[in-house]
């Protein structure tokens, strides 16, 4: 069974929840290769809804294990409240959940700093989730991170604390004129995180190369998307982690030559939440039609998310980077009303219209999008599971855009729920998951 690679093809939220909980009942392994609780993935079963914030979308599929790997920030008292949570909605973690002892820690100055940090951006603002991902990871790469095996040494866990607040509280009070910390206040419940944590904490790169030695099936789950990605994003307004298909290698120390393939997931149309370059960006009442069809408010902070038209030209680069060879599409029941679909088809600059995705920023805020414009289909395809179903408009909508990314589309997803996924019969991700080719459940 194939090892493969989820990834976000656009700013985050293209539904990979979703997609995930679907693929991991062809699976016996899920696993987090970046970010942190600044994630949201949304996950629908049955009437419930799950918000996975650190732990893999898997954990809701008794037989999969999930593993939140190294290139993973752990803001310890967040997970052990998703943990509570899950186990309190019946969902089991003895045995199912695996943390790596060399992911790194958020710690009570990291939120701290992100907050004091964007108070004083102004237009440079980047509009995080203030959980503290960005400095966690300044941390992490300065070496003076605290990792999740440092936890389980008291001695080593009090010095690296000692030694990193004075650095941390000079620059709270002297730059930021903000609260500072004590070593005894986040010593005590860092210590009762540690008991709680201990029992999942482990050499994960070891583990996963043995299960995959022994034939198991892994899928990596990207959070975050490509335009948020570190290297690739719109920079500066971006996460701080490494979200392209490349992270899943770093992030979990399984090595590149054991990954099969790359799946991108994209929405018929777009979103970002927080600051930076949006070309497709709406504003009036289609904008508020997309935000209000499609539930657009994040998961995480619940702030109202931007929408726009879908960017062809952002896709492209997003499979070129990533390496796609499939794509899941989400979401394409939110332009049932719409009477006109478009598709950003280049960016016009300076008298010329780009075809490539930029990466400088000026280019970015002046560009103007140039737009082809489809008929929509103005009926319900909610819930559809047969491409053959869907009505004529809708169909060419999806073929005129994987065209114009040059990926093939694998997946469709008409709906919220799990048995609202349409699975392409000959694609290659029904060839990599042939049990879902009759739909969900998979047989
Ligand atoms: P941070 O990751 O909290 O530092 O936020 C940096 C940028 O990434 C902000 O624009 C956030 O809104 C965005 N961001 C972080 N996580 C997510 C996510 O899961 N979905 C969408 N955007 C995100």
């Given amino acids: 069974m194939p090892n493969i690679v989820v990834v976000g093809a656009q700013w985050g939220d293209e539904g990979k929840g979703k997609v995930v909980d679907v693929l991991a009942s062809c699976v016996d392994v899920t696993v987090r290769y970046q970010g942190g609780n600044n994630a949201g993935h949304t996950v629908v079963v049955g009437s419930e809804k799950f918000v996975l914030q650190s732990i893999p979308s898997g ?3 008794p037989g999969c294990r999930c593993v939140i790997g190294c290139g993973v920030v752990i803001d310890p008292a967040s997970l052990i409240e998703e943990m509570e949570s899950l186990v309190q909605r019946g969902v089991s973690l003895d045995g199912n959940l695996y943390i790596s002892k060399n992911a790194h820690l958020i710690m009570p100055y990291h939120p701290a700093l992100d907050r004091a940090s964007e108070s004083q951006a102004g237009k440079r603002r980047i509009g995080t989730t203030g959980k503290g991902v960005g400095p966690a990871y300044v941390d992490k790469t300065a070496r003076i991170g605290i990792r999740m095996a440092d936890l389980l040494d008291e001695e080593i866990f009090r010095e ?3 030694y990193n607040l004075q650095q941390k509280n000079r620059l709270l009070r002297e730059i930021y004129d903000a609260e500072t910390f004590t070593v005894d206040a986040i010593l005590h419940p860092y210590r009762r995180y540690a008991g709680w944590l201990a029992p999942y904490i482990t ?3 070891l583990l996963l190369s043995r299960w995959i030695d022994a034939g198991a099936s892994v899928l990596f789950e990207g959070a975050q998307g490509t335009l948020l990605d570190v290297d690739h994003g719109t920079y500066p307004f971006i996460t701080s982690s490494s979200a392209t298909a490349g992270g899943a290698s770093t992030g979990t120390g399984v090595p590149p030559t054991k990954i099969n393939g790359v799946l991108g997931i994209a929405k018929a149309y777009l979103t970002r939440v927080g600051g930076g370059p949006f070309p497709s960006e709406l ?4 904008a508020d039609l997309l935000r209000a069809q499609g539930k657009e408010f994040g998961s995480v902070t619940g702030r109202p998310r931007r929408c726009g038209w879908v960017d062809a030209v952002a896709l492209r680069y997003a499979a070129r980077l ?6 899941a599409l989400t979401k394409l029941d939110v332009l049932d009303a719409c009477e006109t679909v478009k598709v950003c088809v280049g960016y016009r600059y300076g008298g010329d219209v780009l075809t490539d995705f930029p ?8 560009t103007e999008p140039v737009y082809e414009e489809l008929s929509g289909w103005q009926t319900s395809t909610h819930g559809i599971r047969e491409y053959a179903e869907l009505p004529t408009k809708a169909r060419e909508y999806l073929d005129r855009l ?3 990314c040059g990926v093939p589309f694998g997946l469709v997803s008409t709906g919220p729920m799990r048995d609202d996924t349409m699975l392409m019969p000959d694609s290659v991700l029904a060839s990599w998951y042939p049990s879902l080719r009759g739909g969900w459940p998979p047989r």
């Fill in 203 to 205: 050499d994960t790169p």
């Fill in 359 to 366: 990466g400088e920023e000026r280019i970015w805020h002046e």
């Fill in 402 to 404: 994987s065209e114009l």
């Fill in 59 to 61: 954990i809701l599929h």
């Fill in 160 to 162: 690296k604390l000692e």
């Fill in 322 to 327: 990533n390496g796609f060879d499939s794509i």
């Fill in 283 to 286: 504003h009036g009442p289609m």
